[in-house]
């Protein structure tokens, strides 16, 4: 999910304040696999990310009295159209508003608004015994307003092309996903600022640990996000480059009313951040068939 923040000071910014427009962090629960062909399900997915702190490049506090908070929601919708040669071809498309608030010192900003829509005309999946995987290429175009003066804003005001895949091991009691993702980020035309390539990897282990009910699912999830390239302005490199890193791990809870519904709860702590904002992000996932 996006964490849309602030446009504070050039020399603060990394990935545009250390956001993304994949959501890093989102699928840790069967990331491998789509409905069933010729069926469609809805995915909801709530977010409240909270950051005290704004880190720089050695992993020390950059921006004096930083605080954001940011409520996300995004409607996903997942549709299957069929097999292929031993594959499944699907389709997806995401839309997403959010609320922020922001403090850097003295000053403060909130802002409430659409973010972006995110378009994927083509998602792969196979299965091979009790490994299932994914593939798939992701279209975020941001949506919302935008001010490039104002200290909050709910839009990066930035496209980005995704490459994902998705890999998970299932079986009756066990579900082993990987997401790994790498996010290629054009200029935000307003501040003529470009954000580094990002590569992300989000994952989950998760266990049915009562023989008696297998509805529940305990386990473990988190991300890692390292950019690639450096963030420049006016086609210039910022100095330093100012890449991303941080890390995240938190424990999730599933609950399967029937194998096509879910619910998820989950939390993530940040950990090991440079160059962005470090907190905890409080997530809340469904998915319904439709």
């Keep these: 999910m996006i964490l ?7 020399t ?4 545009e304040l250390g956001s993304s427009n994949f959501p890093l962090g989102a699928q840790t629960v069967a990331a491998g696999l789509m409905p069933p062909p010729g069926s469609t399900a809805f995915f909801g997915y709530f977010l409240y ?34 097999r292929f040669k031993g594959l499944n071809l699907g389709v997806a498309a995401v839309l ?41 290429t992701l279209f975020y175009v941001p949506v919302g307003d935008y001010d490039r003066g104002a200290l909050a804003n709910s839009s990066t005001h930035y ?22 993702n790498i996010s290629f980020n ?12 990002l590569f992300g990897l989000t994952g989950g282990i998760s266990y049915k640990p009562f023989a008696s009910d297998p509805r529940w699912q305990l386990g473990l999830n988190g991300y890692f996000a390292k950019q690639l390239s450096d963030d420049r302005m006016n086609g210039a490199k910022i100095p330093g480059g100012f890449r991303l890193q941080k890390y995240a791990l938190g ?18 702590r940040e950990f090991g951040v440079e160059n962005g904002p470090r907190g905890n992000l409080v997530w809340m996932e469904f998915v319904l068939p439709l």
């Design 12 to 15: 603060a910014m990394a990935t």
């Design 186 to 197: 054009f200029r935000n035309s307003a501040t003529k600022y470009r954000s580094g390539t």
């Design 159 to 180: 496209a980005t092309i995704t490459q994902q895949a998705g890999i998970t091991w299932l079986t009756p009691r066990w579900d082993i996903s990987l997401n790994p």
């Design 251 to 268: 424990p999730q809870l599933t609950f399967w009313p029937s194998p096509a519904v879910a619910l998820l709860f989950k939390w993530q």
């Design 49 to 82: 990310y909270h950051a005290g702190s704004f880190r720089d490049d050695r992993g020390s506090s950059a921006i004096p009295g930083f605080e954001a908070d940011v409520f996300a929601v995004a409607a996903r919708v997942v549709h299957t159209w069929g």
């Design 96 to 136: 997403e508003p959010v609320y922020l608030k922001t403090r850097a010192g003295a000053a403060r900003d909130d802002m409430a608004g659409m973010n972006l829509l995110g378009l994927e005309p083509l998602n792969i999946t196979a299965s091979i015994g009790k490994l299932h995987f994914l593939s798939g």
């Design 4 to 10: 849309a923040l602030a446009a504070l000071p050039m």
